[in-house]
Nanobody, 123 residues
Framework: VQLQASGGGLVQAGGSLRLSCAAS????????MGWFRRAPGKERAFVAGISWDGGYTRYADSVQGRFTISREYGKSTMYLQMYSLKPEDTAVYYC?????????????????WGKGTQVTVSS
């Protein structure tokens, strides 16, 4: 399984970006998917997750109300709409496919990872 994340870039604080993630290869639309990020000098951290059918989503407290995760039903394509971006959102964003139908918050819950896309928010 290969994952390709795109949509990152440089944006001013308060702006918005939309990340996309497309999975190819022996993918399954029955698995949850998620977004993680790694800020400079920090560990990879959970951002948002979505169940296999899109019916259940979860967010990190730091992005709740500003980010929205979604996916195309029956496909391994996922999005992260980010609003009201802050400088502390600056990080490399990774998409991942979960081992199960519901996306967990720990990296161990995911078995396929993309290479990441850089998001930089200037103040």
């Amino acid at each position: 399984v290969q994952l390709q994340a795109s949509g990152g870039g440089l944006v001013q604080a308060g702006g918005s970006l939309r990340l996309s993630c497309a999975a190819s290869g022996r993918t399954s639309s029955n698995n949850g998917m998620g977004w993680f990020r790694r800020a400079p000098g920090k560990e990879r951290a959970f951002v948002a997750g979505i169940s296999w059918d899109g019916g259940y989503t979860r967010y990190a407290d730091s992005v709740q109300g500003r980010f929205t995760i979604s996916r195309e039903y029956g496909k391994s394509t996922m999005y992260l709409q980010m609003y009201s971006l802050k400088p502390e959102d600056t990080a490399v964003y990774y998409c991942a496919v979960a081992r199960q139908a519901v996306a967990g918050t720990d990296t161990a819950a995911y078995n396929y990872w993309g290479k990441g896309t850089q998001v930089t928010v200037s103040s």
